[in-house]
């Protein structure tokens, strides 16, 4: 069924010929169509089951890699974008261009590109705390100062599934920490990220 048009419908009624939910599988070419899939599905009160989604594909897993693009360097325009369109709903691409050219047209000041954009202007007054600490205690504190178990609820289509990525996330930090001491090599942001990017941890939603 193209992009999901009638599956709910279509799985109630096999559920209703007897089916039962456990015997029913959705196949989709991605991992985000599952997604979009899987709340109508809930929606009409039938179980779903996701395993082995990857992590890089959530927008939990975008807001925070562009929340630590940040933290390594203040002046990431792309990155404030970023934050930006997946903590507003309602704003687009188009809006957001505008937005910078407009920006750039003002006067030069010490603010910068969406400092009032309520996630980075929280995560400003942290960053200096951040600094200072390991890749996996920034990973964890970014995301419990700025409540991002809460907005995993809000952007997710599948909310259990943001969670999980989120909690995934804080994992994999510790893994790549202790990697990065038995190799003897830094860690960095950026080397973080590269790494999430090289191993692609699953996680799940329901």
């Known amino acids: 069924v193209e992009k999901g048009v009638g599956i ?13 939910p456990n015997e029913i599988a959705v196949i989709a070419r991605t991992n985000s169509e599952l997604n979009d899939i899987a709340t109508p599905l809930a929606n009409a009160g039938i179980p779903v089951n996701i395993d082995n989604l990857l992590v890089t594909d959530s927008k ?8 630590l693009h940040i933290v390594a360097s203040k002046t990431d325009t792309l990155a404030r974008a970023q934050v930006a ?10 809006e957001i261009i505008e937005t910078k050219l407009e920006f750039d047209s003002l006067p030069k000041s010490n603010k910068r590109f969406f400092d009032d954009e309520i996630l980075i ?6 960053t200096e705390k ?3 600490l ?6 964890e504190q970014i995301v419990v100062e700025l ?10 289509t599948n909310s259990e599934y943001g969670q999980s990525c989120l909690k995934k996330i804080i994992s994999v930090a510790q893994t790549y920490e202790e990697n990065c001491v038995r190799l003897n090599i830094p ?20």
């Not at 369109?85 to 188009?94: F, R």
């Not at 202007?121 to 942290?126: D, F, H, I, V």
């Not at 409540?147 to 997710?156: G, H, M, S, Y």
């Open 8 to 20: 709910p419908h279509y799985v109630a009624q096999i559920i209703n010929d007897g089916a039962k």
């Open 85 to 94: 369109i997946l903590s507003n709903e309602n704003i687009s691409t188009k």
């Open 121 to 126: 202007s929280r995560l400003l007054l942290l």
């Open 130 to 132: 951040l600094q200072q």
């Open 187 to 206: 860690t960095t942001i950026h080397g973080f990220i590269a790494y999430m990017e090289n191993t692609s941890p699953t996680a799940f939603g329901n």
């Open 134 to 139: 390991s890749i996996s205690s920034m990973v």
């Open 147 to 156: 409540n991002l178990f809460d907005w995993a609820k809000r952007i997710e």
């Open 60 to 67: 939990s897993y975008q807001l925070l890699t562009s929340l």
